[in-house]
Protein backbone atom coordinates (compact mmCIF):
# COMPACT_ATOMS: atom_id res chain seq x y z
CA UNK A 1 0.00 0.00 0.00
CA UNK A 2 0.99 3.44 0.31
CA UNK A 3 3.73 4.88 2.39
CA UNK A 4 4.62 1.13 2.63
CA UNK A 5 2.06 -0.70 4.53
CA UNK A 6 2.14 -4.13 4.10
CA UNK A 7 -0.70 -5.34 2.13
CA UNK A 8 -2.51 -7.29 3.95
CA UNK A 9 -1.49 -6.38 7.88
CA UNK A 10 -4.85 -5.70 8.69
CA UNK A 11 -6.25 -9.28 6.91
CA UNK A 12 -8.85 -10.88 9.95
CA UNK A 13 -9.64 -7.65 11.47
CA UNK A 14 -13.23 -5.81 11.83
CA UNK A 15 -13.51 -2.12 11.70
CA UNK A 16 -15.88 0.73 12.29
CA UNK A 17 -15.31 3.99 10.34
CA UNK A 18 -17.65 6.70 11.08
CA UNK A 19 -17.54 9.68 8.60
CA UNK A 20 -18.86 12.57 7.38
CA UNK A 21 -21.09 15.54 9.99
CA UNK A 22 -23.98 14.63 11.71
CA UNK A 23 -27.04 17.16 11.05
CA UNK A 24 -29.84 18.07 13.87
CA UNK A 25 -33.18 19.08 12.79
CA UNK A 26 -34.71 22.56 13.61
CA UNK A 27 -37.56 22.03 12.10
CA UNK A 28 -38.46 19.66 8.96
CA UNK A 29 -36.56 21.57 6.28
CA UNK A 30 -33.87 23.08 8.12
CA UNK A 31 -30.45 21.53 10.53
CA UNK A 32 -27.76 22.60 11.75
CA UNK A 33 -24.24 20.80 10.61
CA UNK A 34 -20.85 21.17 9.63
CA UNK A 35 -18.54 21.60 6.97
CA UNK A 36 -17.69 18.34 6.91
CA UNK A 37 -16.91 16.26 3.17
CA UNK A 38 -16.51 12.68 5.00
CA UNK A 39 -13.52 12.56 2.87
CA UNK A 40 -10.76 11.19 4.93
CA UNK A 41 -13.03 8.84 6.19
CA UNK A 42 -13.85 7.51 3.43
CA UNK A 43 -9.94 7.31 3.12
CA UNK A 44 -9.93 5.55 6.14
CA UNK A 45 -12.08 3.01 5.34
CA UNK A 46 -11.00 2.34 1.75
CA UNK A 47 -7.32 1.93 3.12
CA UNK A 48 -7.89 -0.55 5.71
CA UNK A 49 -10.03 -2.65 2.99
CA UNK A 50 -6.96 -2.74 1.33
CA UNK A 51 -5.03 -3.34 3.83
CA UNK A 52 -7.75 -6.96 4.51
CA UNK A 53 -9.83 -5.39 7.37
CA UNK A 54 -13.75 -5.83 7.27
CA UNK A 55 -15.15 -2.30 6.82
CA UNK A 56 -18.23 -1.33 8.22
CA UNK A 57 -18.61 3.07 7.22
CA UNK A 58 -20.98 4.68 9.06
CA UNK A 59 -21.61 7.78 6.96
CA UNK A 60 -23.12 10.43 8.15
CA UNK A 61 -24.84 12.77 4.93
CA UNK A 62 -21.65 11.91 2.91
CA UNK A 63 -22.15 12.71 -0.67
CA UNK A 64 -22.64 9.52 -3.47
CA UNK A 65 -19.42 10.57 -5.49
CA UNK A 66 -16.86 10.78 -2.09
CA UNK A 67 -18.32 7.63 -0.81
CA UNK A 68 -17.00 6.05 -4.32
CA UNK A 69 -13.64 5.13 -2.84
CA UNK A 70 -14.82 3.50 0.21
CA UNK A 71 -17.32 0.93 -2.17
CA UNK A 72 -15.00 -2.29 -0.49
CA UNK A 73 -17.14 -1.20 2.87
CA UNK A 74 -20.62 -1.92 4.17
CA UNK A 75 -21.89 1.21 4.06
CA UNK A 76 -24.51 2.62 6.70
CA UNK A 77 -26.09 5.82 6.25
CA UNK A 78 -27.28 7.81 8.73
CA UNK A 79 -28.09 11.83 9.68
CA UNK A 80 -28.27 12.72 12.79
CA UNK A 81 -26.10 12.10 15.99
CA UNK A 82 -28.37 9.88 17.52
CA UNK A 83 -28.55 7.82 14.46
CA UNK A 84 -24.72 7.99 14.73
CA UNK A 85 -24.49 6.91 17.61
CA UNK A 86 -26.89 3.92 17.46
CA UNK A 87 -25.00 2.80 13.97
CA UNK A 88 -21.71 3.12 15.66
CA UNK A 89 -22.79 0.92 18.88
CA UNK A 90 -24.23 -2.09 16.77
CA UNK A 91 -20.76 -1.94 14.72
CA UNK A 92 -18.54 -2.13 17.35
CA UNK A 93 -20.25 -4.97 19.06
CA UNK A 94 -18.05 -7.26 16.59
CA UNK A 95 -14.75 -4.81 15.98
CA UNK A 96 -11.18 -5.04 16.52
CA UNK A 97 -10.93 -1.48 16.19
CA UNK A 98 -13.23 1.47 16.19
CA UNK A 99 -12.06 5.13 14.43
CA UNK A 100 -14.57 8.09 14.85
CA UNK A 101 -13.49 10.51 12.40
CA UNK A 102 -16.74 11.88 11.95
CA UNK A 103 -17.79 15.50 12.68
CA UNK A 104 -20.32 15.25 15.18
CA UNK A 105 -22.59 17.97 16.26
CA UNK A 106 -21.96 18.77 19.68
CA UNK A 107 -25.58 20.39 20.44
CA UNK A 108 -29.12 19.92 18.76
CA UNK A 109 -32.23 21.82 19.12
CA UNK A 110 -34.14 20.85 22.44
CA UNK A 111 -37.43 20.40 20.32
CA UNK A 112 -37.90 19.69 16.76
CA UNK A 113 -41.55 20.99 15.74
CA UNK A 114 -43.21 19.08 13.04
CA UNK A 115 -44.60 21.88 10.92
CA UNK A 116 -41.92 24.19 9.72
CA UNK A 117 -40.60 27.59 11.72
CA UNK A 118 -42.66 30.59 9.81
CA UNK A 119 -41.21 34.01 10.06
CA UNK A 120 -43.75 37.27 11.51
CA UNK A 121 -42.15 39.91 9.36
CA UNK A 122 -40.62 42.70 11.25
CA UNK A 123 -40.30 40.24 14.58
CA UNK A 124 -37.26 38.60 15.83
CA UNK A 125 -37.14 34.73 15.43
CA UNK A 126 -37.94 32.87 18.95
CA UNK A 127 -34.44 31.58 20.32
CA UNK A 128 -33.36 27.87 19.55
CA UNK A 129 -32.53 26.06 23.03
CA UNK A 130 -29.30 23.27 22.70
CA UNK A 131 -28.72 20.54 24.96
CA UNK A 132 -26.11 18.30 24.47
CA UNK A 133 -25.44 15.73 22.58
CA UNK A 134 -24.07 12.38 24.03
CA UNK A 135 -19.57 12.15 23.21
CA UNK A 136 -20.07 8.58 21.61
CA UNK A 137 -15.87 8.61 21.33
CA UNK A 138 -15.84 9.11 25.54
CA UNK A 139 -18.59 6.48 25.94
CA UNK A 140 -16.77 4.09 23.51
CA UNK A 141 -13.08 4.55 24.95
CA UNK A 142 -15.16 4.24 28.61
CA UNK A 143 -17.26 1.06 28.22
CA UNK A 144 -15.38 -1.29 25.67
CA UNK A 145 -17.28 -3.02 23.29
CA UNK A 146 -15.09 -6.08 23.20
CA UNK A 147 -11.80 -7.45 24.72
CA UNK A 148 -8.71 -5.76 23.27
CA UNK A 149 -10.88 -3.29 21.20
CA UNK A 150 -8.94 0.03 19.91
CA UNK A 151 -10.57 3.27 19.85
CA UNK A 152 -8.83 6.14 17.52
CA UNK A 153 -10.49 9.44 17.80
CA UNK A 154 -10.09 12.73 15.70
CA UNK A 155 -9.85 16.30 16.25
CA UNK A 156 -9.71 19.13 14.29
CA UNK A 157 -8.63 22.24 16.54
CA UNK A 158 -7.77 26.27 16.11
CA UNK A 159 -5.01 28.00 17.84
CA UNK A 160 -6.37 30.59 20.32
CA UNK A 161 -5.87 32.73 23.58
CA UNK A 162 -6.01 29.16 25.34
CA UNK A 163 -2.98 27.44 23.11
CA UNK A 164 -1.17 26.07 20.26
CA UNK A 165 -3.25 23.45 17.99
CA UNK A 166 -0.74 20.65 19.94
CA UNK A 167 -1.67 21.53 23.39
CA UNK A 168 -5.53 21.31 22.69
CA UNK A 169 -5.17 18.05 21.52
CA UNK A 170 -2.75 16.82 24.53
CA UNK A 171 -5.76 18.09 26.59
CA UNK A 172 -8.29 16.14 24.24
CA UNK A 173 -6.30 12.81 24.28
CA UNK A 174 -6.54 12.98 28.21
CA UNK A 175 -10.06 13.82 28.31
CA UNK A 176 -11.75 11.29 25.56
CA UNK A 177 -9.47 8.40 26.81
CA UNK A 178 -9.31 7.42 23.48
CA UNK A 179 -6.05 4.52 22.80
CA UNK A 180 -5.24 7.25 19.65
CA UNK A 181 -6.20 10.92 18.77
CA UNK A 182 -5.57 12.11 15.34
CA UNK A 183 -5.16 15.95 15.68
CA UNK A 184 -5.18 18.12 12.63
CA UNK A 185 -5.13 21.84 12.29
CA UNK A 186 -8.02 23.31 10.55
CA UNK A 187 -8.69 26.73 9.45
CA UNK A 188 -8.61 28.63 6.09
CA UNK A 189 -6.83 26.46 3.53
CA UNK A 190 -6.68 23.33 5.86
CA UNK A 191 -8.72 20.45 6.61
CA UNK A 192 -12.29 20.68 6.13
CA UNK A 193 -12.76 20.18 2.44
CA UNK A 194 -9.14 19.92 1.29
CA UNK A 195 -7.16 17.49 -0.84
CA UNK A 196 -4.34 17.58 1.47
CA UNK A 197 -3.77 17.18 5.17
CA UNK A 198 -1.27 17.42 7.94
CA UNK A 199 -1.46 15.36 11.42
CA UNK A 200 -0.28 14.72 14.79
CA UNK A 201 -1.26 11.08 16.25
CA UNK A 202 -1.22 11.40 20.01
CA UNK A 203 -1.81 8.17 22.54
CA UNK A 204 -3.86 8.34 25.62
CA UNK A 205 -1.52 10.15 27.79
CA UNK A 206 -0.91 12.89 24.99
CA UNK A 207 2.33 11.52 24.02
CA UNK A 208 3.00 11.87 19.90
CA UNK A 209 3.17 8.43 18.64
CA UNK A 210 3.41 9.60 14.75
CA UNK A 211 3.32 12.60 12.25
CA UNK A 212 1.84 12.42 8.58
CA UNK A 213 1.23 14.82 6.14
CA UNK A 214 0.16 14.58 2.37
CA UNK A 215 -3.05 13.19 0.79
CA UNK A 216 -5.79 12.23 2.60
CA UNK A 217 -4.84 8.48 1.73
CA UNK A 218 -1.64 9.13 3.01
CA UNK A 219 -2.71 10.45 6.07
CA UNK A 220 -5.01 7.55 6.42
CA UNK A 221 -2.35 5.05 5.72
CA UNK A 222 -0.46 6.52 8.26
CA UNK A 223 -3.32 6.55 10.95
CA UNK A 224 -3.58 2.33 10.48
CA UNK A 225 0.32 2.18 10.83
CA UNK A 226 -0.35 3.61 14.04
CA UNK A 227 -2.91 1.18 15.15
CA UNK A 228 -1.54 -1.78 13.73
CA UNK A 229 1.83 -0.44 16.07
CA UNK A 230 -0.44 -0.52 19.35
CA UNK A 231 -2.00 -3.73 18.24
CA UNK A 232 1.36 -4.95 18.20
CA UNK A 233 2.95 -3.78 21.33
N1 LIG B 1 -17.08 13.09 19.19
C1 LIG B 1 -18.05 12.18 19.54
N2 LIG B 1 -19.24 12.60 20.06
C2 LIG B 1 -19.48 13.92 20.24
C3 LIG B 1 -18.49 14.88 19.88
C4 LIG B 1 -17.29 14.43 19.35
O1 LIG B 1 -17.83 10.98 19.40
N3 LIG B 1 -20.64 14.31 20.75
C5 LIG B 1 -15.80 12.59 18.67
C6 LIG B 1 -15.47 13.00 17.25
O2 LIG B 1 -15.94 12.03 16.33
C7 LIG B 1 -13.93 12.99 17.29
C8 LIG B 1 -13.62 13.41 18.72
O3 LIG B 1 -14.78 13.13 19.48
O4 LIG B 1 -13.41 11.71 17.09
C9 LIG B 1 -13.22 14.82 18.92
O5 LIG B 1 -14.23 15.67 18.47
P1 LIG B 1 -14.08 17.21 18.76
O6 LIG B 1 -15.28 17.94 18.22
O7 LIG B 1 -12.73 17.66 18.32
O8 LIG B 1 -14.09 17.21 20.37
P2 LIG B 1 -15.09 17.77 21.46
O9 LIG B 1 -14.90 16.91 22.66
O10 LIG B 1 -16.46 17.88 20.92
O11 LIG B 1 -14.49 19.19 21.82
P3 LIG B 1 -14.65 20.64 21.10
O12 LIG B 1 -15.58 20.51 19.93
O13 LIG B 1 -15.14 21.54 22.17
O14 LIG B 1 -13.23 20.99 20.66
CA1 LIG C 1 -17.03 19.04 19.04
Do not use: C, Y
Request: aromatic share 2%.
Amino acid sequence: GAGGAPAGDLTGLRVVVSAGGTREPIDPVRFIGNRSSGRQGVALAAAAARRGARVTLVAANVEQAVLAPGAAADVVPVGTTAELADAVHTAAASADVVVMAAAVADFRPALTPDAKIKKVPGRPPAPIELVENPDILAGLARDRRRDGQTVVGFAAETGDDDGDVLTHGRAKARRKGADLLVVNAVGERLGFGAATNEVTVLDAAGDVVAHASGSKDAVADAVWDAVAKLRSS
